[in-house]
């Protein structure tokens, strides 16, 4: 590899030069807080100055700090239309999804200079950057068991169900496992075997299921120490799901389904 | 690789099966029930003992010994006792699980808490049931 080869190319990808700043660019600081496990004793913040415009998300400054800044940022992100939940972080504090979050809803009042942070997802280990290992929420996840589970002969038809029927879980439907609300809980911060609300938000979607029957199953899952009891309904999973979900309402709903003994 | 952070070891790689129990779910509605009854008993404990004829300055051992003559004050007192130790027993069992970080701190820190309920409640309980107004000197 030459010399100038080796400016064009990284170990992570192509680093190509900076694209030419469109009219009505904002010069945006973007602070990331990096974590590079292989050599770093502990974690750094990085901050970047980014032409951006007000209609861009954060996903895009994203995109420039690694295609033409430092090509060895880490993060995930797939569809980035928000749909396939990989790209949640912690912007300026909150949970939200890089891809969901436009500039123009995070700049300083008044034309003041803005910088956007951003971290990892608290509560995870962290890989690199941005990346967290996604297995604990898993584990939790599958530990619910989100599958339907019926013991009667399968139907020669579809099984059926009522629009009133379908309606009671429809909210819980709209999950598409980010992790922003189970990242977001302060019990799952210090307590990471607790299930955490997106877990208990899939076992909602079947629980009130009418053609599933592991209800009773999933409810003596969720009703144990590491369970529903544990949350403190700080509310922190609702104000984070970028579906809007109403998630503390469904962990609520299943408080109520153990108490009463009724789905 | 071990650091501060533990990042070789994820957390909770193995969930236990659960143990089918319902304690939380009774300790849960215990401390829905018992706040409703406090509120009642602690308000209107406050209310005789700090605003009603003269408030706190006509507190003494005779007016103690003359409201614990009646059962119905020895029952409030009693239940005031008991629930307050238990429902603010059971929020910092709760504390101590969400921040105790290590399963030992989480231990002791229990211990000690069980053990000063103990000992609250029943010292509480013999002076209520054992108080003497005739006591001399």
């Known amino acids: 590899m030459t010399a100038s080869t080796a ?37 750094r913040w990085d901050s970047f100055e980014i032409p951006a415009l007000p209609s861009d998300r954060v996903l895009n400054l994203l995109h420039y700090v690694k295609w033409y800044l430092d090509g060895t940022l880490t993060f995930r992100r797939s569809c980035a239309h928000g749909i396939c939940g990989s790209d949640a972080m912690r912007i300026n504090g909150v949970n939200r999804l890089a ?26 280990p962290v890989h690199k950057d941005l990346l967290v290992d996604m297995e604990p929420f898993f584990e939790a996840f599958r530990a619910v068991q989100p599958y339907l589970i019926n013991y009667s002969p399968e139907p020669t038809r579809e099984r059926l169900q009522s629009a009133a029927d379908r309606e ?13 609300c189970t990242t977001s809980c302060p019990v799952y911060w210090t307590d990471g075997s607790y299930f955490g609300p997106a877990a208990i938000v899939n ?9 599933d029957e592991g209800a009773e199953e999933r409810l003596d899952i969720l009703s144990d120490k590491e369970g529903v009891w544990r949350c403190r309904t700080t509310f922190n ?27 | 690789m071990t650091n501060a952070l533990g990042l070789a070891k994820p957390r909770a790689p193995r969930r236990p099966a659960a ?83 290590k399963d030992a701190t989480r231990f002791w820190l229990k211990i000690l808490l ?16 054992t108080f003497d107004p005739n006591i001399t000197d």
């Open chain 2, 19 to 101: 143990r089918r129990s319902n304690f939380e779910l009774y300790s849960w509605l215990f401390m829905r029930i018992s706040g409703m009854a406090l509120v009642v008993l602690v308000l209107g404990h406050l209310f005789i003992m700090n605003i009603l004829d003269g408030g706190v300055h006509r507190i003494n051992f005779g007016f103690v010994a003359g409201r614990w003559a009646s059962p119905f004050w020895q029952m409030w007192d009693l239940a005031m006792l008991w629930l307050a130790q238990i429902h603010g027993g059971n929020g910092l069992r709760t504390v101590i699980n969400d921040y105790a970080r």
């Open chain 1, 7 to 43: 400016e064009q190319t990284s170990s992570s990808g192509s680093k190509g030069s900076e694209p030419p700043v469109p009219e009505g660019a904002i010069t945006v600081t973007v602070k990331i807080r990096r974590f590079n496990t292989e050599f770093d004793d502990e974690p």
């Open chain 1, 99 to 124: 891809c969901k979050v436009l500039l123009k809803d995070l700049l300083s009042a008044g034309g003041k200079p803005t910088t956007i942070t951003i971290e990892p997802i608290k509560g995870l």
């Open chain 1, 237 to 263: 999973c609702t104000d984070a799901c970028p579906r809007g979900i109403q998630v503390t309402k469904a962990i609520q709903e299943v408080k109520r389904a153990l108490l009463f003994k009724r789905v």
């Open chain 1, 168 to 180: 009671r879980f429809d909210d819980t439907t709209k999950c598409i496992l980010c992790a922003c």
């Open chain 1, 203 to 211: 076992a909602h979607r079947f629980i009130f299921d009418s053609r």
């Open chain 2, 114 to 129: 069980y053990v000063s309920m103990v000992l609250i409640i029943s010292l509480g309980t013999f002076v209520i049931f």
